[in-house]
């Protein structure tokens, strides 16, 4: 995870999914690089923009006026050519041509998987930084993005929660969630949900009708949190064997979607992302590398991607066991 190379132009790039706060870590690595001496370089559409040499100059006034934006100036995208030996040479290659000695992979699993892959079989010295709105990686408290995405999909959950209770109805509220039922758990937490349906947890839609069936007779309305990958279905499923065993109820389906993905990244989402941003030209610097940085009990820690690829965190069991009481 350690050595000495000598750094002197760092690329920075965007890979994944996107999350609100990748813009402001880049700013960070921009600027505690110029600091620090160093030049940087924006890589284009992450490691498709790599193989296709869609590399350009960043500079401190490059990344002006872009700490409050949503998505990510440098745009993102998947490569399959990547994923392949030839693909990561091609990577290579352009690294070499523009003389980048290091690079910064802002995204999250996937990310972390090429960037170990360019490390291995290329000898890339590659620092990584948690960006995806799942808060599932190991290694960190809490990923860039999460706590705009929770915020997001309360304020739209609490909308929900007014026009249910005008018409006395019962809403499913998918969340994204396809792997992992962080933003799913956060969400009925804090905005008074009724149930929540996790990936993680196995629960029967015999448990969710009885729990329904019994606040019906305290509550006129109620709210259930689906993640979208959660074992039962996505919400229309779930709503869909609720509906057969409870026709009486006047239910309706929302899928938040891609509307949690954007927006203006929260103070809590700038704050990590500009702290992790100017810890990994630090860390560059010091010869770390093959490495995630994150934050954990508020220091920043560096986790090798071999440990951070493929291991998932655990749901807070705390927020697990307090739901129910909440929701009586």
Request: glycine fraction near 12%.
């Amino acid at each position: 995870m350690s050595g000495s190379p000598t750094i002197g132009h760092i690329g920075v790039f965007t890979s994944g999914g996107d999350s609100p706060g990748m813009n402001a870590a880049i700013r960070a690595v921009v600027r505690a690089a110029a600091v620090s001496g160093l030049r940087v370089s924006g890589i284009l559409g992450g490691y498709e923009g790599l193989i296709q040499d869609r590399v350009q100059p960043l500079g401190p006034r490059d990344v002006s006026n872009i700490v409050q934006r949503g998505g990510t100036i440098l745009r993102s995208a998947r490569s399959d050519a990547f994923r392949t030996p030839e693909g990561r040479a091609l990577a290579h290659a352009t690294l070499q041509r523009h003389g980048i000695d290091a690079l910064v992979a802002i995204g999250g699993d996937g990310t972390f998987t090429g960037a170990m892959r360019l490390t291995e079989e290329h000898g890339t010295p590659v620092i990584g930084l948690p960006g995806t709105i799942d808060n599932d990686l190991a290694g960190t408290d809490r990923t860039i993005g999460f706590d705009t995405a929770v915020n997001t999909a309360v304020e739209a959950i609490d909308k929900i929660r007014d026009t249910a209770s005008a018409h006395d109805r019962l809403f499913f509220v998918e969340v994204m969630g396809r792997d992992t039922g962080f933003i799913a758990l956060a969400c009925a937490i804090a905005s008074g949900a009724e149930y929540v349906m996790l990936p993680e947890v196995p629960q029967r839609i015999e448990e969710l009708v009885s729990a329904l069936a019994e606040a019906k007779s305290t509550k006129s309305s109620s709210i259930v949190i689906v993640a979208e990958g959660d074992e039962e279905g996505n919400a229309f499923a779930v709503a869909a064997k609720v509906k057969e065993q409870l026709p009486q109820f006047d239910m309706r389906v929302t899928v938040l979607g891609h509307l949690q993905r954007g927006g203006s990244p929260s103070a809590i989402d700038r704050v990590l992302a500009s702290r992790l941003g100017v810890a990994a030209v630090e860390h560059l610097l010091h010869g770390t590398q093959g490495a995630m940085l994150g934050e954990v009990c508020g220091r920043v820690l560096a986790t090798p991607f071999s440990e951070a690829v493929g291991k998932r965190k655990s749901l807070d069991s705390h927020l697990l066991a307090i739901l129910p009481i909440l929701a009586t």
